[in-house]
């Protein structure tokens, strides 16, 4: 989707109007949608989703996966490329029927219900707007088919407009729209409903990074304010973390890791994780036994720690690591990418790889020899053939006998 | 290469097609103006120019308006009755359904077959005693009828026939429409509740209004232009009761050869059709597009 470049400050002032028309309305008000009129009745809307699985043929797309969002949460199914995340969505929504395991949603065991008795709302990928309707009828599409007494209906309409910065917008039919646009009459019909669940499958994926940003800010306030449940499904890791209260990072149709989002970030459960999270994403860098310890594996020290290496993973974050003059790890630069803000150089330690970021311009040259430093709490460890995480107890231990410090 | 060039090597591209395009269909249809303006050549008269004379005739001639009826009836009939059969047939097969594949093929297999073949299979359907219909109305006590020989049931038989065979034709056109609607409209519908008879109401047969006035146009064209199952099942009997316009006019032609007035009824079903064609297009295109 393009904006015109004319186009788009105007966008922008829409939004930025909306901004302020919400903070004038709220006032002093700090309970969650009890100004506007949209709030789900405090109803219970808990999802619970109990060892589903899908199979397409003899491909498993969702593999026994189970968790809980709480009521007025916001969950982010986050994951590479057709791990499931669409699937598991729409076994939620009933777009797809389970080939086992249960769905509750507020208690109610859904499992069998067709979509429309579940009482939830979606908004799809590619919006899936009525191309011959107006953003008016669009948006009241639901309603219609449920047969609100039309005062009702234009009274609805008319809260859910302004608050999505639409008023002007309702007679438009929907190629009329920029993208950003169509995503909040999208968003329109979903919060229209008044359902208490909400599921939204990759909603800001077209929009271009400044209309993302602020696509994002306003429906994580519009899920908090309204206490709206929701299930929010994203491949950016940027995106879940901004947003959620809860991850579930998903791998190949299984769950990787159930936890929000500085925990994911903190203490990443598997090196699939550690692979995952973060831009760029955490080092992990093979050890191997030395003289004195663990060494990095193809290199002849220093020790990292003082304990056996052989099998095991340290995952360190580029961001944790600082390049010195010396005392550190000896390491080669292989390249220096300038971001602005900061530098992503790639190292070499041995024969292992090491990303580090530091802020600033970095002016290394290729093949420059540098040492890197970082803290022992930076440290994680993995172990080499399961993928996951080493206990606490032993992460601890060698925390604390780690020789590289950062001053 | 300048502007002036580029026009000309558009327009030597351009002449291969025109050229054939005015040879063999504007120069005829001028040409059959220019005839029905002339009598009919006779051996010992030869042709002359006798102005609007053989409309004048037309006004007078019973079986003209008989045949003019006879197309309004084939027409009213046939064109509503096909185009919601199509539509229909193609949602159908347009939904998951198990053997949809050999469905599609089956509603289909109609449009392939020629339609002398067609006229073959349904007069053995309409054969008196012997023949299928008659054979199942005989279960239910029904007597005999002879469906083709009787001038209250010939064309409704007619009718009956076009209907099969066009609806699986023009249901192709509507499942190509169907198929290219995006799949979670039905799903975001779903979600709101909708039946599926409101989806169809609402979104559906909106969205298919374009294929729908491509239809319209082709149908009102068929309705026209169909002979081949007269010339074999009916030969315009029984007492013109089965004859439509175009029969009428190859009648005329070559079987009277009269030419000239042959040239003047022509000249009118043309005219009729331009006329039908344009009146579609100006009242329906503004309500179709939506984009
Ligand atoms: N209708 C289908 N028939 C067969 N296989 C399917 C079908 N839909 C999805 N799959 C498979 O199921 C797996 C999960 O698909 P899904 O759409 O849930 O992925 P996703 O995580 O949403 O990916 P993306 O981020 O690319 O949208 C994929 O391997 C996909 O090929
Ligand atoms: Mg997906």
Redesign the pocket.
């Known amino acids: 989707m393009d904006f015109d470049s004319w186009a788009f400050p105007g966008i922008a002032c829409a939004y930025n109007n909306r901004r302020g028309n919400l903070a004038a309305r709220s006032g002093g008000s700090r309970t969650p949608g009890a100004h506007c009129g949209l709030a789900t009745g405090g109803r219970v809307s808990e999802i619970v989703v109990e060892s589903v699985s899908k199979l397409?043929?003899a491909?498993k797309?969702?593999d026994a996966v189970s968790f809980t969002a709480a009521a007025g949460q916001l969950l982010v199914l986050l994951?590479?490329?057709?791990?499931?995340?669409?699937?598991?969505l729409r076994l939620i929504a009933g777009l797809e029927a389970a080939s086992a395991g249960r769905i509750r949603i507020g208690g109610r065991d859904v499992t069998d219900l067709p979509p429309a008795q579940r009482g939830l709302s979606m908004v799809f990928?590619s919006y899936a707007l009525f191309p011959h309707l107006s953003v008016a009828e669009n948006i009241l599409f639901g309603l219609k088919v449920r047969k609100v007494p039309a005062t009702e209906r234009a009274a609805r309409l008319q809260r859910v407009a302004s608050l999505l910065g639409l008023d002007t917008l309702l007679e438009r039919r929907p190629s009329q729209l920029s993208g950003g646009q169509q995503q909040r009459v999208a968003l329109g019909r979903a919060i229209i409903a008044e359902t208490p669940v909400c599921l939204m499958?990759?909603p800001l994926s077209n929009l271009d990074a400044q209309l993302r940003q602020d696509m994002r800010r306003e429906i994580r306030g519009l899920q908090q304010k309204l206490g709206i449940t929701m299930v929010y499904?994203t491949?950016d890791q940027t995106e879940a973390m901004s947003m959620a209260d809860q991850v579930i990072l998903?791998r190949q149709?299984r769950i990787e890791q159930d936890a929000a989002p500085a925990e994911l970030y903190a203490r990443p459960a598997t090196t699939f994780t550690a692979r995952f999270i973060g831009t760029p994403p955490m080092n992990l860098i093979a050890l191997a036994d030395g003289a004195a310890g663990a060494v990095v594996r193809g290199s002849d020290g220093p020790a990292l720690f003082d304990d056996k290496g052989d099998g095991l993973l340290a995952g360190i974050r580029p961001e944790d690591i600082r390049i010195a003059e010396r005392q550190g790890v000896p390491a080669r630069i292989v390249t220096v990418e300038y971001l602005g803000a900061d530098s992503v150089a790639a190292c070499t330690i041995g024969d292992q790889p090491i990303a580090v970021r530091t802020p600033g311009r970095l002016n290394l040259k290729p093949a420059a020899a540098v040492s890197l430093l970082w803290s022992p709490a930076a440290l994680h460890l993995f172990d080499a053939a399961t993928g996951r995480r080493v206990d606490d107890d032993r992460l601890r231990r060698v925390r604390d006998r780690a020789f590289v410090a950062s001053a | 290469m300048n502007r002036a060039n580029m026009h000309v090597w558009g327009w030597l591209l351009l002449l291969p097609a025109a050229a054939l395009l005015a040879l063999f269909t504007h120069y005829p249809a001028l040409a059959t103006i220019l005839h029905s303006l002339y009598s009919t050549a006779r051996p010992n008269r030869p042709s002359r120019f006798i102005g609007l004379d053989q409309y004048a005739t037309m006004l007078d001639d019973p079986v003209f308006h008989q045949v003019l009826w006879n197309n309004t009836i084939f027409a009213l009939g046939t064109i509503p009755a096909s185009i919601a059969l199509a539509l229909l047939m193609a949602v159908w097969v347009n939904d998951r359904l198990a053997g949809r594949g050999f469905l599609r093929l089956a509603y289909f297999t109609p449009t392939i077959l020629p339609m002398i073949a067609v006229a073959n299979i349904w007069m053995f359907f309409y054969t008196p005693d012997y023949g299928l219909v008659d054979q199942i109305a005989g279960l239910f006590g029904f007597a005999r009828h002879n469906w083709l020989g009787s001038r209250d049931t010939v064309l409704g038989c007619l009718i009956v026939l076009t209907i099969w065979k066009e609806a699986g034709f023009f249901m192709i056109f509507y499942l190509a429409a169907l198929q290219q609607m995006p799949p979670n409209l039905a799903e975001a519908a779903a979600l709101e509740g909708a039946s599926r008879w409101t989806f169809f109401r609402r979104v559906t047969f909106p969205l298919v209004m374009p294929t729908t006035l491509f239809v319209l146009i082709n149908a009102v064209i068929n309705s026209f232009r169909l002979v081949d199952h007269i010339v074999a099942m009916t030969k315009g009997g029984p007492d013109n009761a089965s004859s439509l316009l175009l029969y009428y006019i190859f009648e005329v032609g070559f079987k009277y050869w009269d030419t000239g007035y042959a040239a003047a009824l022509t000249v009118v079903l043309l005219a009729l059709l331009a006329g039908l064609a344009t009146a579609q297009f100006l009242y329906l295109d503004k309500r179709v597009h939506y984009r």
């Open positions: 397409w043929g491909t797309a969702v994951g590479p490329s057709g791990c499931g995340k669409s699937t598991t990928q499958d990759e499904v491949h998903l149709g």
